[in-house]
């Protein structure tokens, strides 16, 4: 069956990361050694790991589910997948097994075997930004964890898992640098399915304190202003103009916009840029970037913030 050929696999692929077991085969001839490590292994694991992946999925859709389930939890599926993801031998299988099998399965019981490993998440992060990403198609790859880790925050699993192992720091790094992977764009797209709109609304998630609104030490507002701020900046002045073009275009006094603008003004973008201004540290980098301005724009339509900073700098 699907689930015996799963547990035959996992029980294999576990005898085989035994590093006393697996030097037992071998000769002490350094040439032999480095053979078997370097290639007879890595093949033997693949193999195996592929194995897992078909009968997981196949055992996934059939009345064995809650056993493939079981067989997962129980092999810390998602960690292991998550640390083999930065092997470049065992990376291509790892993440076809993390694609067609983790992410299969809800996101609370994705959650719940990720976010309860302080080292599983670090690498998540790291993953995101291409770190240590051994993946053939990393750009691809990427895209993929963006996404997780979206879907964890969204479901209020990210923010807890990052305060209870301290990791704000890590967070604000890895989502920031993930944002600036397409160094010639000034712009986040407005499309949802983009790394860096993914990124973006996940930090805003992660940084919410109480009442649902985005805090940040001075610390972190100079950092994020350094980091994100230009970029920032340019997306809500290029949403405001683009905006502004919109109603100009259609100019008829019966259509009301409001609805546009508040959106803009209530995206995750704009509410970074305005906690940000609060700190005089960063909005002193924010000037130099055309900070000012966008949230000039957001002042205007009546944000409170995004009024008291401006304030704080005349």
């Known amino acids: 069956s699907n689930m015996s050929v799963a547990t035959a696999c996992s029980v294999l692929l576990d005898t085989f990361s035994d590093d006393d077991f697996t030097s037992s085969l071998v000769t002490t001839n350094p040439d032999d050694r480095s053979f078997y490590f370097d290639v007879q292994l890595p093949t ?4 195996l790991m592929e194995g897992l992946t078909k009968s997981l999925k196949q055992a996934m859709s059939s009345d064995s589910k ?17 640390l083999l993801c930065r092997s470049e031998k065992l990376a291509e ?4 097994l993390f694609e067609d099998v983790v992410l299969s399965l809800p996101i609370d019981f994705v959650g719940k075997l990720i976010l309860c490993d302080r080292v599983a998440l670090v690498t998540l992060f790291d993953l995101v930004t291409g770190r240590a990403n051994k993946i053939p198609d990393v750009a691809s790859s990427k895209q993929t964890f963006a996404k997780l880790l979206c879907n964890l925050a969204k479901a209020g699993l990210l923010p807890k898992a990052v305060s209870n192992f301290g990791l704000r720091s890590h967070a604000i790094a890895a989502l920031s640098a993930a944002m600036l ?3 010639g764009e000034e712009n986040i797209d407005e499309d949802e ?6 990124c973006l609304e996940s930090l805003a998630i992660v940084l919410c ?17 350094s980091a994100i701020g230009k970029v920032l900046s340019s997306t809500v002045l290029n949403r405001f103009f683009t905006q502004a073009s919109l109603e100009a275009t ?3 006094a019966t259509v009301d916009f409001q609805l546009n603008r508040d959106a803009i003004c209530q995206a995750a973008e704009s509410r970074l840029l305005c906690v940000m201004a609060h700190s005089p540290e960063a909005l002193g980098v924010l000037s130099k970037v055309g900070g000012l301005e966008a ?7 009546g944000e409170i913030r995004a009024v008291e900073a401006i304030q704080k700098a005349c």
């Open 44 to 47: 033997v694991k693949s193999y």
């Open 66 to 82: 809650t056993a493939a389930e079981g067989l997962i939890e129980r092999l810390q599926l998602p960690r292991t997948c998550l």
């Open 93 to 96: 299988p790892a993440f076809r």
């Open 181 to 183: 992977i397409n160094e």
């Open 193 to 198: 399915g983009s790394i860096q709109r993914i």
């Open 209 to 225: 304190g109480k009442d649902n609104e985005v805090t940040l030490t001075p610390v972190e507002s100079r950092t994020l202003a």
């Open 250 to 252: 259609i100019n008829d």
């Open 295 to 301: 949230i000039g724009l957001i002042a205007h339509e």
